[in-house]
């Protein structure tokens, strides 16, 4: 075993898209909200943003490191949410106050 061996950084080696909320803490600042694994898919990340997991967030990164790439996907992310809250017509409280100010900012 004289070869050099790697652990890879992908969690089971999958090729995954992962979605990770930025989101202000104040006087703390921005920071990356902590998330597993399990839970950095864009579906969880929407539905978290719509039930107001997230106390102020800003942006939505997502990235791929088998593809190498990572974007700012806050205007996809917040035109989807905008687009589920036109199909049922409600706006939760939290959501009004938190996920849709940024979706407003990102979009307009």
């Given at each position: 075993?004289?070869?050099?061996w790697t652990p890879s950084i992908m969690p089971n080696g999958h090729d995954q898209n992962f979605y990770i909320v930025v989101n202000n803490y104040g006087k703390l600042g921005p920071a990356f909200a902590e998330?597993?694994?399990?839970?950095?898919?864009?579906?969880?990340?929407?539905?978290?943003?719509?039930?107001?997991?997230y106390s102020n967030p800003v942006r939505v990164v997502a990235f791929n490191t088998s593809e190498h790439w990572a974007e700012d996907a806050s205007e996809d992310v917040a035109r989807e949410i905008?687009?589920?809250?036109?199909?049922?017509?409600?706006?939760?409280?939290?959501?009004?106050?938190?996920?849709?100010?940024?979706?407003?900012?990102?979009?307009?």
């Amino acid at each position: 075993m004289g070869r050099n061996w790697t652990p890879s950084i992908m969690p089971n080696g999958h090729d995954q898209n992962f979605y990770i909320v930025v989101n202000n803490y104040g006087k703390l600042g921005p920071a990356f909200a902590e998330t597993g694994v399990a839970e950095a898919d864009l579906e969880t990340t929407i539905t978290d943003l719509m039930s107001g997991q997230y106390s102020n967030p800003v942006r939505v990164v997502a990235f791929n490191t088998s593809e190498h790439w990572a974007e700012d996907a806050s205007e996809d992310v917040a035109r989807e949410i905008m687009r589920r809250l036109d199909l049922t017509g409600a706006c939760p409280p939290r959501l009004c106050r938190s996920s849709t100010a940024m979706s407003v900012r990102t979009v307009n």
